[in-house]
């Protein structure tokens, strides 16, 4: 993350004369691969739709499904590696709540807003559903971006990966998450936008 100790300390190192490798994204047969790696049977589907919402990015893929296996939410069936409850693990939203905690008070509470607003909203959505000015969002999103918990498409917002969507939701007290819901809901339909599209939008 920018700005983090890490990145300070991998810039020091490379100063010294160390050499870097970067992991690109997996694939989703690698991913397949590395599942079926971490449970010894190849992933089930509902497993297998789970570890892709890491969208490939390696540290999150293994620390999901090592979050798995330590809680036991992986059983083997019939050859299977297959998921006996659908939640994030505690591991990736005690990982979530340490991310959370190294930024702003501002950036929390617009990254807990955004992640009731579905995959993809605009700034304007985002000022409405948090109730602050838009101007006063471009810090805190520039924040979110800089920590790669947001990217930025040509006229939306979204979460880098549905893991983070859902690790910021499991890092907030379940009638937390409930009063957001609301909340967007609320502050979407008084902006105009129509019922159905704030149900497919949550």
Known sequence: ??????????????????????????????????????????????????????????????????GLRDEHLVDVEAGQAVLVETRLPQRVRDSMQRRLGRLSPTARKVAAVASSMGRRFTV??????????ASSLLDPVRELLSSELLVEGPQTLSFSHDLNREAVRGSLPSSAVQALDRQVATALLDAGALPVEVASQL
Not at 27 to 55: C, K, R, S
């Open 1 to 66: 993350e920018a700005g983090s100790e890490l990145e300070r300390a991998v810039a020091d190192v490379q100063r010294a004369g160390a050499a870097s490798t970067v992991l690109g994204r997996l694939d989703p047969p690698a991913v397949a691969e590395v599942t079926a790696d971490v449970f010894g049977a190849p992933p089930g589907q509902d497993l297998l739709a789970l570890a892709e919402g890491a969208h490939g990015n390696p540290f999150f893929l293994i620390e999901l499904l090592s």
């Open 124 to 133: 304007a959505d985002l000022a409405a559903a948090a109730q602050l000015p």
